[in-house]
T-cell receptor, first 109, second 114 residues
């Protein structure tokens, strides 16, 4: 079967670093996405990983280990505007996105 | 602004009403999607259209009826809904429905069924 799991909620401090983990199980895999969704707004694309390793994009980095079925999103120098839900999703063998329930990130001053 | 618009942004309807949700994308994409988002649950894919043809219908009840008149417009017609259908309905589009394709989402319609 297929499943994907991420923490429901995390809290971090402004200026700090936070890592949001995502684990998945699937027989077919075609990459993993991270999206950001502010309350009441559309999800917006952050990253896509299909090869193992770390991809850095400004303050945000995304890591993938296909052998471990594991990804994380790393947010550095946290700002209050980073308070949002972070959704991970993988592309299965049929190129259909399988979504996690999202991690609500709360940033405190 | 993602290039995908949805109307209305909020909708309250009774169980016997008929209403429609509208989605429009200005990105020149060929695939469009309807998702249901309930609190603390994963996004549920409802329907997929690729080049105006429906390619996915994930066991969605018939009280939800999609329509895709062209690659830029997508509708979701609602009829005799249930209170458990209350959720955020998101529309998305992508270049096409294959391989790696970033999906661009609209802001959603917050639906409340009384």
């Amino acid at each position: 079967g297929q499943n994907i799991d991420q923490p429901t909620e995390m809290t971090a401090t402004e200026g700090a670093i936070v890592q949001i983990n995502c684990t998945y199980q699937t027989s077919g895999f075609n990459g993993l996405f991270w999206y950001q969704q502010h309350a009441g707004e559309a999800p917006t694309f952050l990253s896509y990983n299909v090869l193992d390793g770390l991809e850095e994009k400004g303050r945000f980095s995304s890591f993938l280990s296909r052998s471990k079925g594991y990804s994380y999103l790393l947010l550095k120098e946290l700002q209050m505007k980073d308070s949002a839900s972070y959704l991970c999703a993988f592309l299965d063998s049929n190129y259909q996105l399988i979504w996690g329930a999202g991690t609500k990130l709360i940033i405190k001053p | 602004e993602t290039g995908v618009t949805q109307t209305p942004r909020h909708l309250v309807m009774g169980m016997t009403n008929k209403k429609s949700l509208k989605c429009e994308q200005h990105l020149g994409h060929n695939a469009m999607y309807w998702y249901k988002q309930s609190a603390k649950k994963p996004l549920e894919l409802m329907f997929v259209y690729n080049f105006k043809e429906q390619t996915e219908n994930n066991s969605v009840p018939s009280r939800f009826s999609p329509e895709c008149p062209n690659s830029s417009h997508l509708f979701l017609h609602l009829h005799t809904l249930q209170p458990e259908d209350s959720a955020l309905y998101l529309c998305a589009s992508s270049q096409d429905n294959g391989g790696y394709n970033e999906q661009f989402f609209g802001p959603g319609t917050r639906l409340t069924v009384l």
